[in-house]
């Protein structure tokens, strides 16, 4: 499969890195949402060229996570903010910085300190359950298929093509 296919697969990470997955778009994300809105300025903190930047906002606008609203008339000129998609991205940018603090900080500290401003204290990010409150480990977490999985699943089986994979996945998420 291509990269530029990838937003086929039945999978939420391959269809979140068709959005967010190319060089510079993080980092771009990171400075919108430390405040960066125009143009120029992304571009000075970052030092991507134009193109490359008229491509990454390009993209992410067209994808929903950024809306270009205009500020100056004459000449036209625009300003990126987040929208509500793009919002939803947080989460997934604190995540990788908390990783980044702890395992490419050099021996030097964390770059940045992240305050929540209702207590006051520092904080961490940290992957919750959505029902308990717990911290999701890796190995307390089970997966199993969806319905966008188990309708291809029965779509392939009907045309006489099982894919071997899904069913698996489909054997694990229901034993017998």
């Known amino acids: 499969m291509r990269w530029d296919e990838i937003d086929q697969q039945i999978c939420s990470v391959a269809r979140a890195l068709s959005v967010v997955g190319e060089r510079w778009t993080l980092l771009i994300l990171r400075d919108a949402f430390f405040g960066t809105r125009r143009f120029d300025k992304f571009q000075h903190n ?11 906002l390009g993209k992410l606008v067209e994808q929903g996570v950024l809306v270009k609203v205009p500020y100056n008339k004459k000449p036209v ?17 604190m995540s990788l910085g908390r990783w980044g ?4 900080d050099a021996g030097e500290g964390v770059p940045l300190e992240y305050t929540h401003t209702s207590c006051g204290k520092k904080t961490k990010p940290v992957l919750a359950c959505s029902e308990c409150g717990e911290a999701l480990r890796p190995e307390e977490v089970s997966i199993k298929v969806g319905p966008a999985l188990q309708g291809l699943a029965a779509e392939l089986e009907n045309e006489g093509e099982p894919n071997p994979e ?11």
């Open 77 to 93: 000129r625009y300003e990126y903010r987040l929208t509500r998609k793009g919002l939803s991205l947080y989460p997934v940018l």
């Open 166 to 176: 899904i069913q698996e996945l489909l054997a694990r998420s229901f034993p017998h």
């Open 46 to 56: 970052l030092g991507i060229t134009r193109h490359r930047l008229s491509e990454r």
């Open 101 to 104: 603090d702890e395992w490419m």
